[in-house]
């Protein structure tokens, strides 16, 4: 029973993670993932329906809609609702459900509705995208619905844009464990240049944290290749709180590591434009080393970013 509720309780900050980003940004998310329906609507007429609750499953389960959005097709005055379903693990019966949230939805509102499916499993079993019915080999329905497997997605193909529900979701997408610190060192620089209120900005980070925990050694990793970055960058990546470059660490002997960090990040933000002016006076490399900390290696990469700018 205990195992039974810790499952159900996974679920439901999963479904909340979820609903929470993807409502805070919606059009960022169809422009992440549904770039060609996203350019056909009009976001300034976007409002979200609260959650629907059906009982007509079979066996009397009781189902939740999870995200469902109301906007307008541009140019038009044709109301669409737009239905999005976090699924964190594998179900066989789940086209049939979508196609059963399908109908609630269409026969209780009687607008047209687009579902879609957001796969975040990390079993690579494919989930079809398809809920067929047929009767003595005659096919009697074929219902449709758009859908994402995120652990299938390259997040290599994302880091070069600024849209914050790709840099969230970098976390559930397909990297190995050798890319994991290079995972969120790209999801820091994405941070970095976004200009997002606070609020919003904890929440890209709490989304991202609660699926990728780096342990200590690779947060240190982090810090280290945030060093080789460029020195303007590194400078954005590093006024970020300093929440983004541990886990949060408990309070004791934990703390002190913490402190630790934040003494490193604002020694290294003082650091670095001193470098910078000892380059440009034409100051020797091991001079630099030695009055700055930094090491032959960070300096060097430094010299290499000016002679490029």
């Known amino acids: 029973m205990e195992l039974v509720m810790e499952k159900h309780a996974g679920y439901h900050v999963h479904d909340r993670f979820f609903k929470e980003l993807i409502q805070n940004f919606f059009q960022e998310f169809m422009e992440a993932f549904f770039p060609d329906l996203s350019a056909d609507l009009d976001y300034r007429r976007v409002r979200f329906l609260s959650q629907e609750q059906f009982t007509d499953f079979p066996g009397g389960e009781q189902k939740r809609v999870d995200i469902l959005a109301e906007t307008k097709v541009k140019g038009k005055d044709t109301v669409i609702l737009i239905h999005v379903e976090p699924q964190s693990y594998y179900e066989k019966p789940f086209p049939e459900r979508m196609f059963r949230y399908y109908m609630m939805i269409s026969l209780r509102h009687r607008k047209p509705v687009l579902p879609i499916a957001v796969f975040s499993y990390e079993e690579k079993t494919e989930t079809p995208d398809t809920y067929t019915f047929a009767f003595h ?173």
């Open 137 to 309: 080999n005659i096919e009697i329905l074929r219902f449709h619905y758009l859908s994402i497997h995120l652990m299938k997605q390259n997040w290599r193909n994302y880091i070069r844009s600024n849209n914050p529900v790709a840099a969230a979701l970098l976390s559930k997408m397909g990297y190995t464990e050798k890319e994991r610190v290079q995972v969120k060192l790209e999801f820091l620089r994405m941070l970095a240049r976004m200009e997002l209120d606070p609020a919003k900005m904890r929440l890209l980070h709490g989304f991202f944290d609660y699926y990728l925990k780096l342990n200590e050694k690779e947060e240190a990793e982090v810090m280290e290749n945030i060093k080789m970055l460029d020195p303007d960058e590194a400078e954005q990546v590093l006024k970020l709180p300093n929440s983004y470059f541990d886990r949060g660490y408990k309070k004791g002997k934990e703390e002190g590591r913490e402190e630790g960090r934040e003494e490193e990040r604002k020694e290294l933000l003082q650091t670095i434009p001193i470098a910078i002016k000892m380059l440009q006076e034409g100051m020797k490399l091991q001079l630099i080393v030695e009055k700055t900390g930094l090491s032959q290696r960070e300096v060097e990469k430094i010299k290499q970013q000016l002679e490029h700018s």
